[in-house]
């Protein structure tokens, strides 16, 4: 069962857009929520986070918007960059101890078309 | 500072053989977790260590484990191979055991035939 979704394998934008990437989630017990940007060959690097007690988190051209009682979270990226295309994964982890670590979607391949 | 090291890189080895994989933190982090990621699966937890304790552990069998040592340079360790163990494995490090904002090592792409 999968309890973090990532419904989107690939999303294609054009450079200047913005790119938004969604993640659904089962566990209501989530209380934080990260999402996480991985390049071939590399391991996945923290892009930006939030808390449960939060709609809404910015950080440059990411912001991250927490929907709890539709339990939807998206990042939002503006303006999209070259650099951007990578895979993304959404996190979530639970303050109750996190007995299965961070639970994670399964990626979005998120491509940037100049 | 150096980041997350994982050795090998790579490794081929064939079904029922065991496998020792390396993992070496960020200086200071003594928190380390580690994960399989696989293209159906996505990552999925293994487990997570904190001075030299397993703190949590994923949904995998005994087949896998861990530990972890005082310089928190930590191993895990594969045993009985199977083809579906065929995977990337990623060590993360972490200041405290909080498993918030991880940082990854590259990976080690274990391939079982």
């Known amino acids: 069962d999968q309890q973090v979704k990532q419904n989107s394998p690939s999303l294609s934008v054009q450079e200047g857009r913005i790119s938004i990437l969604n993640c659904d989630y089962t566990?209501?017990?989530?209380?934080?929520f990260l999402w996480y940007k991985k390049y071939p060959a590399e391991g996945p690097t923290f892009l930006i986070s939030i808390s449960s007690i939060k709609d809404k988190n910015e950080d440059g051209r990411f912001t991250v918007f927490l929907n709890k009682s539709a339990k939807h979270l998206s990042l939002h990226i503006v303006p999209s960059q070259p650099g951007d295309s990578a895979v993304y994964f959404c996190?979530?982890?639970?303050?109750?101890?996190?007995?299965?670590?961070?639970?994670f979607g399964k990626g979005t391949h998120l491509i940037i078309q100049p | 500072k150096a980041g997350v090291t994982q050795t090998p890189r790579y490794l081929i080895k064939t079904r029922g053989q065991q496998v020792t994989l390396s993992c070496s933190p960020i200086s200071g982090h003594r928190s380390v977790s580690w994960y399989q990621q696989t293209p159906g699966q996505g990552l999925q937890f293994l487990f997570e260590?904190?001075?030299?304790?397993?703190?949590n552990k994923g949904n995998f069998p005994g087949r896998f484990s861990g530990r972890q040592f005082s310089n928190s340079r930590s191993e895990m360790n594969v045993s009985t191979l199977e083809l579906g163990d065929s995977a990337l494995y990623l060590c993360a490090s972490s200041l405290v055991a909080t498993n918030e904002k991880l940082f990854f090592g590259s990976g080690t792409q274990l391939s079982v035939l």
């Open positions: 566990n209501s017990m989530f209380d934080y």
């Open positions: 260590y904190f001075s030299e304790t397993q703190r």
């Open positions: 996190a979530a982890r639970y303050s109750g101890g996190g007995a299965d670590g961070l639970t």
